[in-house]
T-cell receptor, first 112, second 112 residues
Framework: EAQVTQNPRYLITVTGKKLTVTCSQN?????MSWYRQDPGLGLRQIYY???????DKGDVPEGYKVSRKEKRNFPLILESPSPNQTSLYFC???????????FGPGTRLTVT | DAKTTQPNSMESNEEEPVHLPCNHS???????IHWYRQLPSQGPEYVIH???SNVNNRMASLAIAEDRKSSTLILHRATLRDAAVYYC?????????????FGTGTRLTVIP
């Protein structure tokens, strides 16, 4: 089944404790991205990647890092999480030339 | 990036057609119009997209005004499963970024 998976689905952590949210897709998509969703603000893009070893900032990249060492994986790294990064995070992927993005199920992160 | 304007919420009776409007008065000639929807507790899913001509697929129809400053997503027979937040998005596809600015969308309530 074609899908985007994210792990973990729920995470509660403390300020400053490094964490990684994994994202994997099995559709051989070139393009992957991370969004965060906050009440009243909709979804905002954090980082995106157009292919392996090619990443770029989205609209709200501060406090986040990403890497794209393999085509299927695009982890989101929070080196020193803060409470303002409490949010619902979505990973998405698509073919570079396609119009349809596929979204993962979301990761709800709480930073206390 | 050009932005879109949508009503915050709409209601429809089950099995009735639904017309979800979107204004995009600053659209440029190369902007594609995308619609995504987000069901409760899920990631967004692609609905339809278009450039100039009206488009139909198994989920919905997209009617684009002749001047492209507005568009309407048409659900031909609303079902309870169509209750979701619907996002109208513009993207310049040739940038290759698939960078979608989601905004806050229209929350559709379907009344049984």
């Amino acid at each position: 089944e074609a899908q985007v998976t994210q792990n973990p689905r729920y995470l509660i952590t403390v300020t400053g404790k490094k964490l990684t949210v994994t994202c994997s897709q099995n559709m051989n998509h070139e393009y992957m991205s991370w969004y965060r969703q906050d009440p009243g603000l909709g979804l905002r893009q954090i980082y995106y990647s157009m292919n392996v070893e090619v990443t770029d900032k989205g609209d709200v990249p501060e406090g986040y890092k990403v890497s794209r060492k393999e085509k299927r994986n695009f982890p989101l790294i929070l080196e020193s999480p803060s409470p303002n990064q409490t949010s619902l995070y979505f990973c998405a992927s698509s073919r570079f030339t396609d119009y349809e993005q596929y979204f993962g199920p979301g990761t709800r992160l709480t930073v206390t | 990036d050009a932005k879109t304007t949508q009503p915050n919420s709409m209601e429809s009776n089950e099995e009735e057609p639904v017309h979800l409007p979107c204004n995009h008065s600053t659209i440029s000639g190369t902007d594609y119009i995308h619609w995504y929807r987000q069901l409760p507790s899920q990631g967004p899913e692609y609905v339809i997209h278009g450039l100039t001509s009206n488009v139909n697929n198994r989920m919905a129809s997209l009617a684009i005004a002749e001047d492209r400053k507005s568009s309407t997503l048409i659900l031909h027979r609303a079902t309870l499963r169509d209750a979701a937040v619907y996002y109208c998005i513009l993207s310049r596809h040739q940038t290759g970024a698939n960078n979608l600015f989601f905004g806050t969308g229209t929350r559709l309530t379907v009344i049984p």
